[in-house]
């Protein structure tokens, strides 16, 4: 793949990937979300009406969704 190098050891096993960001931007974009998704695996889960109202609450949503 165009902008992808990987760094590899001396048994020529990869160890490391360089990733150009101007050709693949979108594919870091993903993989960023992807570590984001998954760090926040077992966090507890909110219903969307629960947090538009928390938020309505607290004054930090005012215009309708």
């Known amino acids: 793949m165009k902008g992808i ?3 590899t050891d001396e048994y020529n096993r990869k160890k490391a990937v ?3 960001l ?3 931007a ?3 974009e993903d993989f960023c979300d992807y570590l984001i998704a998954s ?3 077992g966090e507890e ?3 969307l009406e629960k947090v538009i109202k928390n938020l309505r ?3 930090k949503l005012k215009h309708a969704i």
């Open 5 to 7: 190098s990987y760094i």
């Open 18 to 20: 360089v990733i150009d």
């Open 22 to 24: 101007k050709k693949n």
């Open 26 to 28: 979108a594919i870091w």
């Open 39 to 41: 760090s926040r695996k």
């Open 45 to 47: 889960k909110i219903p």
């Open 57 to 59: 609450k607290s004054g």
